[in-house]
């Protein structure tokens, strides 16, 4: 019974390690994979906009209702939902918003460790150096790396043990729990992290072409844009905040009472999205100066990058920093999509923590292993979730958190004034009807 499930007794043992840990969630390949190609495609400056216009107006206020809804409950998304429902008296199905944003981290993380895996394996290749290669052998060695080569069955069990690593990495941590596990690896990684990604972007700025790196990044190409544009914008905003995942719910029921919602929320957007800018400006410089095409999708990162890095001298010493901090990144993050899956099969079946991540780490190296042989489902994943399930979670906890709560239910974690009005405010008649347009619009754009 729904009703026994108690709150959850676990904090973050600190403000900033909470902090960290959710930075540490936002910050990833979304920011360094994902966000310089998206952009590039979608038109530049006009893409980032759109950005930036979508993560004020939409991210920030979901990522306020998702910490508000998990410190009011106390739990994770999909039992914190429907407890939230119960206490208004109101619907009994509302904890189907909680299970899409659930499965859909499920299926986020699926593909997010293949893309770990790869950055393992660069890593690896990097500290032998990309000397001499050319954008045709670093086509080819992406090919192979990944496992669809010339000899397919032996990079693909590389691959798949540099998976199996990664989920023992994530099991490992995601095990030790919520303080000793998570927030103790991010406070780690993060701070070194924003170091490793200063001394790539000095590199890159000193390097490289950082002219036409701006103009690349901030130039709007107006021609680019439509309801596509928005929906890439919207998507990307959700997949870089971790938002609309239930995810940061589930972080908002470890909160201690007098952590400042509001003041946290802004200080983890601002984060988010300056690293994602600046990410640009580690990856743009050099690949211009070595002459390379810089919206090749998401070759850019490990194709371009060795061509770049093997091209410019102290390349060598720079690459195995450029994918050692991305693999920091993605570490981070991927930690806690798996959180999502085990605080709430710890919460709701009664299982050991450390159980819960052995089974949920070892359904995902099944599926790992299908994506390893098929990158179709690699593509696919990317689009339903960006394109679809993620604005659809976002809109269902909106529309939730704006129109089925009432404010007095979450005046305790919000406050109340000028905040909470513009909040209320946002949640109410931008968030849900802004999501509901550019989704209807922009998938039909998209698939036709
Ligand atoms: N925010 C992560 C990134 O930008 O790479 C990806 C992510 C993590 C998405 C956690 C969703 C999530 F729940």
Redesign the pocket.
Known sequence: MAGEIGRKTEHWGSRFGFIMASVG???????FW?FPYTAGENGGGAFILFYIICVLLIGLPLLMAEYAMGRKSGMSAIEGIQSLARAESRSQNWGVAGWVGSLT?FF?LSF?MVISTWLMAFLIQSFGGFEGMDAASSGQNFVDTIGQGEHPMRSKWYMLGLLAVFLVANIIIVGRGVKGGIEKAATLLMPAFFIMLLVVVGFSIANGDTGKAVSFIFEPKWEDVGFKTFLAALGQAF????IG?G?MITYGAYLEPDTNIPRSSGLIVASDTLVALIAGFAIFPIVFSAGLDPSSGPSLFFISMPVAFGSIPGGAIIAPVFFGLALF??FT?SI??ME?AVSWLEERQGVTRLGASIGVGYVLFMIGAAYVFSLEYLDFMDFMTEGLLLPLGGLLASYFAGWVLSREMLTSELGEGTIMNAWRFLIRWFVPPFIFLILVFGFMDKIQ
Request: aromatic share 8%; proline share 0%; net charge positive.
């Open positions: 969630s936002a910050v990833g390949l979304g920011n994902r981290s986020i997010y997949f870089s905040l971790s995942v995810l990144a993605a993050s806690s999509l999502v």
